[in-house]
Structures are given as structure tokens and as C-alpha cells.
């Protein structure tokens, strides 16, 4: 059994790597009617010469015509005949790279500081992502430093989620429910820019200016369950925005964002860390700063659905 997988292991390794480039192959997949590994690794086998990442339509049809046989020989689909065994192949190796599932939407409701009802739609934290909050890794150190481990860090979350009456409530009402974590850092520690899970490429600087305080706005796009999402991260209350940094700076892991501070809430030194998934065709760079927390061009997410694990 072992010569078996030994063979097979680096036609998986190369039937992944097709996939990731092909999609003639993806078409041909789901065309073809043979399965895509069987296909691929017969016309591996066959020595055939390295793959452009579009194959031929002639190389197709070679690589069907030699795996025919196989496919006649009883093997059932997804299982490679390997000496008169069936060798099971890797299950859906083309969504090795497609990300987390998709977060679903939601509506709750809040009364506001007006008594009034509010309705908004949020997202809520997946069952697959832990509660824990400390399990995430944040902007800033979070405790990283600490001799004891056990500095608190997030002293709010988020509440979107839950009933009214287990939502936060500010003084005289002036902020219900929270959609974000509140992290609490010294006046002046760096904030840095952190890649989200499944994020492709750096992120992009969308906005810098007032808004919760002195804050900065990046979006950042995801790969969620094979397609792609983009998200803003908004950083709030900081002491001041790093240096140079504006609209359509990249950012990449551990660039500096700004320094927590208190701006927009007054003695109360932290960090106002959101994430907003945006709504489909919205272009957040060509939004007033007051519009890309406005409901009809983001959704607010748990901050636990993008953040890294640590
Ligand atoms: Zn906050």
C-alpha cells in the first residue's frame, strides 16, 4: 500500500497545482463527463510534456482517449485504478484555496436613543469561528507583552447579534449595541495592518480623516467559499494616522496603520477595531467617510468571521 501512495502522492501535488491554473481544465471537468484527477494524473502518466497553465483542446482529447480504458475498468469516480486496486484521490482538490464558507446575513433590530426601532442587517459570527476572543490576532500587541498572559485586551465586543436588551447601552443611551471590538492599548502603541483569513493580495488604504475620531478605513478582499468579498476594516479613536498614509496606500502585514489614542472619545484610550463586508458593486473610494458605515454599502460583520487566528 505504501508504493501506491508513493506514486500517487506527487501526481495529487501536480494534479493541484493544474488546477490552480487551468480553467480549460475546470471547464473540461465539468464537460467532459470523466473525472478531472483521473483524466489528469492518466496524462501524467503518459509523460506527457510540462502543461501550459490553458491546455490545448488536442491535449484534452488525448488525455480522455488514453483514460477511457481506465474509466471502463470499474473504477468508481474519484478513485485512481492502481494495480487492479482503486486508490481513492483527494476529495474536491480545486477547493483546497477557496476559503472559509460565506457568512449569511442577517436583520435584527435595536430601539435607539429616540425610542425609535432600529432594523439593520448584520453579520453574525459562524458557528465554526471560535467565540474566543483571544484567540484572534488583533492590530495591536493585545497582551502579547504581558509577563502573565492575561492583560485584558478586548474590553467590548460585538452585540449586533444579540437582543436588544443584551446589547451594550452608553450613557443616556448615546450608543446602542456595538458593532466592533473595543481594544484597549497605551496612548501611542502602534497599530498594524494584519492580513484577514483567505485575504488575497495587501490591502488598500480607502480613507483617512474623521469619522469615530481620527480613523482609518482599509479594505481588504477575501476568498469566502470560491468566490471573492471585499471587506473594510475601520480603525478608530487613534492618536493620529501614520505618517504619509492615504487613499490607496498599500498595506501589507505588520505596515503601520496609526497610534491608539482617544480622539472622538475623551479619556478613554483605545481602539475601535470594525469590519464591514461591502455590498455588491460598491465602490468604497468614491464614498463620503459617513457612507461606507451607511447599511446600503456595508454590512457589519463580527470582527471574528476575518480576523487570523493567532
Ligand atoms: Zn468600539
Same mark, same amino acid.
Given at each position: 500500500?505504501?508504493?501506491?501512495?508513493?506514486?500517487?502522492?506527487?501526481?495529487?501535488?501536480?494534479?493541484?497545482?493544474?488546477l490552480?491554473?487551468?480553467?480549460?481544465?475546470?471547464?473540461?471537468?465539468?464537460?467532459?463527463g470523466?473525472?478531472?484527477?483521473?483524466?489528469?494524473?492518466?496524462?501524467?502518466?503518459? #509523460?506527457?510534456?510540462?502543461?501550459?497553465?490553458?491546455?490545448?483542446?488536442?491535449?484534452?482529447?488525448? !488525455?480522455?482517449?488514453a483514460?477511457?480504458?481506465? !474509466? *471502463?475498468?470499474g473504477?468508481?469516480?474519484?478513485?485512481?485504478?492502481?494495480?487492479?486496486?482503486?486508490?481513492?484521490?483527494?476529495?474536491?482538490?480545486?477547493?483546497?484555496?477557496?476559503?472559509?464558507?460565506?457568512?449569511?446575513?442577517?436583520?435584527?433590530?435595536?430601539?435607539?436613543?429616540?425610542?425609535?426601532?432600529?432594523?439593520?442587517?448584520?453579520?453574525?459570527?459562524?458557528?465554526?469561528?471560535? !467565540?474566543?476572543?483571544?484567540?484572534?490576532?488583533?492590530?495591536?500587541?493585545?497582551?502579547?507583552?504581558?509577563?502573565?498572559?492575561?492583560?485584558?485586551?478586548?474590553?467590548?465586543?460585538?452585540?449586533?447579534?444579540?437582543?436588544?436588551?443584551? *446589547?451594550?447601552?452608553?450613557?443616556?443611551?448615546? *450608543?446602542?449595541?456595538?458593532?466592533?471590538?473595543?481594544?484597549?492599548?497605551?496612548?501611542?502603541?502602534?497599530?498594524?495592518?494584519?492580513?484577514?483569513?483567505?485575504? *488575497?493580495?495587501?490591502?488598500?488604504?480607502?480613507y483617512?480623516?474623521?469619522?469615530?475620531?481620527?480613523?482609518v478605513?482599509?479594505?481588504?478582499?477575501?476568498?469566502?467559499?470560491?468566490?471573492?468579498?471585499?471587506?473594510?476594516?475601520?480603525? #478608530?479613536?487613534?492618536?493620529?494616522?501614520?505618517?504619509?498614509?492615504?487613499?490607496?496606500?498599500?498595506?501589507?502585514?505588520?505596515?503601520?496603520?496609526?497610534?491608539?489614542?482617544?480622539? #472622538?472619545?475623551?479619556?478613554?484610550?483605545?481602539?475601535?477595531l470594525?469590519?464591514?463586508?461591502?455590498?455588491?458593486?460598491?465602490?468604497?473610494?468614491?464614498?463620503?467617510?459617513?457612507?461606507l458605515?451607511?447599511?446600503?454599502?456595508?454590512?457589519?460583520?463580527?470582527?471574528?468571521?476575518?480576523?487570523?487566528?493567532?
Open positions: 500500500m505504501k508504493a501506491v501512495l508513493s506514486t500517487v502522492a506527487p501526481a495529487r501535488a501536480r494534479v493541484r497545482s493544474l490552480r491554473t487551468s480553467s480549460a481544465l475546470r471547464w473540461f471537468q465539468s464537460n467532459a470523466v473525472p478531472l484527477a483521473l483524466t489528469l494524473t492518466a496524462a501524467l502518466s503518459l #509523460g506527457s510534456p510540462p502543461v501550459e497553465p490553458v491546455l490545448a483542446a488536442a491535449t484534452l482529447r488525448r !488525455a480522455r482517449a483514460i477511457e480504458p481506465l !474509466a *471502463q475498468a473504477c468508481p469516480r474519484g478513485t485512481l485504478p492502481d494495480n487492479g486496486a482503486c486508490v481513492r484521490l483527494p476529495v474536491a482538490a480545486e477547493d483546497e484555496d477557496d476559503g472559509q464558507p460565506e457568512a449569511e446575513s442577517s436583520t435584527n433590530t435595536h430601539r435607539d436613543r429616540l425610542g425609535r426601532w432600529v432594523v439593520y442587517d448584520e453579520i453574525p459570527r459562524r458557528p465554526d469561528r471560535t !467565540a474566543d476572543y483571544d484567540a484572534y490576532r488583533y492590530p495591536v500587541p493585545c497582551g502579547a507583552g504581558a509577563t502573565d498572559g492575561t492583560r485584558p485586551c478586548v474590553v467590548s465586543g460585538y452585540d449586533l447579534d444579540r437582543s436588544d436588551d443584551r *446589547q451594550r447601552h452608553g450613557q443616556r443611551l448615546r *450608543q446602542v449595541g456595538h458593532g466592533a471590538v473595543d481594544l484597549v492599548e497605551p496612548r501611542g502603541t502602534p497599530v498594524t495592518s494584519v492580513a484577514l483569513e483567505h485575504q *488575497q493580495g495587501d490591502a488598500e488604504v480607502i483617512v480623516g474623521p469619522l469615530f475620531g481620527t480613523t478605513v482599509t479594505r481588504h478582499t477575501l476568498r469566502e467559499g470560491g468566490r471573492l468579498r471585499d471587506y473594510l476594516l475601520i480603525f #478608530g479613536h487613534l492618536d493620529a494616522p501614520a505618517p504619509g498614509l492615504q487613499q490607496g496606500s498599500p498595506l501589507r502585514e505588520g505596515d503601520l496603520v496609526g497610534f491608539v489614542g482617544d480622539t #472622538g472619545s475623551p479619556d478613554i484610550v483605545h481602539l475601535h470594525e469590519a464591514r463586508r461591502l455590498r455588491d458593486g460598491v465602490d468604497p473610494a468614491k464614498l463620503a467617510p459617513s457612507r458605515i451607511d447599511g446600503t454599502n456595508t454590512v457589519v460583520c463580527d470582527p471574528r468571521n476575518v480576523l487570523p487566528l493567532r
